[in-house]
């Protein structure tokens, strides 16, 4: 009697577990296109980005302005 009701209780177990992760499954398939692509996260950075790290650590060019008004100045004169 005490091995049928430690069996029934292991598969009780088994069974609530399995209940459980079908649940959870089916509310994985119930969510919309929307919810599941926000929850994807991705890594991918270009390496041209303004806000990769890679082109903060890459060398300004000598020629390049570096003050606010030779800035302005290069593009008053692209401008024009």
Do not use: D
């Not at 649940?23 to 919309?32: D, I, S, V």
């Not at 991705?42 to 890459?58: G, V």
């Amino acid at each position: 009697m005490q091995q049928l009701k430690a069996r029934l209780h292991a598969q009780n177990a088994l069974l609530t577990e399995a209940r459980s992760a079908l649940e959870e499954a089916n509310n994985r398939l119930q969510k919309t296109r929307t919810e599941v692509k926000n929850e994807i996260k991705s890594t991918f950075i270009p390496e041209s980005s303004k806000r990769s790290n890679k082109t903060h650590s890459e060398p300004a060019p000598f020629f390049a302005p570096q003050t606010e008004i030779a800035k302005n100045a290069v593009k008053k004169a692209i401008a024009s």
